[in-house]
């Protein structure tokens, strides 16, 4: 099967790829935005997408949430993978963090790193990238010897970067959630623990609605585990609503309060019901800073 992913090779994304349980069947292409590789699913240039889509430090990837809320050409999420994240700083080879002035990666990597960074390298210049990998490539195939990157260490040998700074994360049990995407597909099957994901539109309807569309989970006892608004585009104030909850949509309890939020919202899109994924954590201790 050919997938696409957010690249270029090193991010956490390629890693949650590479930790699938059929990795070794899949050939993978990085494309440089998550828009990309979300566009080769719709036009059928590849069989699924792995793309970031919330951490547990800095909260929902917006480019992937505008992606699965579009009603227009709707996504099918087949299978979601939870990642640790540990982040590295890392410069051309001979460099030390003395040398460093400027500091690029993808802004969720710097807010999770602001203090340390503040600490460490105080008065560094911040540049933004559209991953961590980016950055480390951009670092790599640069001629400023003094501009560092904040990446994983996969992208500090994929590009032959030196490793300065090691866990500089002000989190350090940090975890990213991934979804592999599809243009069309079927739910997996019951497993017992499984999150199912919606679009719901409310759209033009009653003030209060939104209050009574979460009453159906409760009602039935389907726990939310997520709710996060995204602008419909249409006026101020118009929201789609992406929600997961625990449970199966083939179980009794999600499927009839799916039914009736149907029945009171403008819209409601399956995006899928898969099995909840489990974060393997290493068991060694949290590696110190290094070459300072």
Not at 41 to 54: H, I, K, N, T
Not at 86 to 115: D, I, N
Request: hydrophobic share 40%; charged share 15%.
């Amino acid at each position: 099967m050919k997938y696409t992913y957010l690249g270029p090779r090193g991010t956490f994304t390629e890693a949650a790829l590479r930790s699938l349980p059929n990795a070794s069947e899949i050939y993978a292409e990085p494309r440089v935005t998550v828009s990309a590789a979300l566009a080769d699913v719709r036009s059928g240039e590849s069989d699924c997408a792995v793309v970031p889509l919330e951490n547990s430090v800095k909260g929902v990837v917006p480019a992937t949430l505008e992606e699965l809320v579009c009603e227009d050409s709707p996504l099918h999420i087949g299978a979601e993978v939870q990642l640790p994240v540990t982040f590295h700083l890392m410069t051309l080879p001979g460099q030390t963090l003395a040398h460093v002035t400027t500091v690029m990666s993808h802004p969720h990597a710097h807010a999770q790193c602001r203090k340390w960074l503040d600490l460490h390298v105080p008065g560094a210049d911040t540049v933004f990238s559209t991953s961590t990998a980016a950055a480390a490539h951009a670092v790599a195939e640069g001629t400023d010897r003094h501009v560092a990157a904040i990446a994983s260490s996969a992208a500090a040998q994929s590009y032959g970067l030196n490793v300065v700074a090691s866990d500089i994360g002000e989190h350090g049990h940090a975890v990213t959630r991934f979804i592999v995407a599809t243009e069309t597909g079927t739910h997996q099957p019951v497993t017992g623990d499984d999150r199912t994901t919606l679009v719901v539109s409310a759209e033009g309807l009653a003030v209060g609605v939104l209050v009574d569309l979460l009453q159906q989970f409760s009602s039935r006892g389907v726990n939310l585990t997520g709710i996060q608004s995204w602008p419909t585009g249409s006026e101020l104030g118009s929201y789609y609503f992406f929600l997961d909850l625990d449970g199966h949509i083939r179980e009794p309890a999600v499927s009839s309060a799916v039914t009736a939020v149907r029945r009171r919202a403008t819209s409601v899109h399956v995006l899928g019901s898969y099995p909840r994924h489990q974060v393997v954590r290493p068991t060694d201790p949290r590696p110190q800073m290094a070459g300072v």
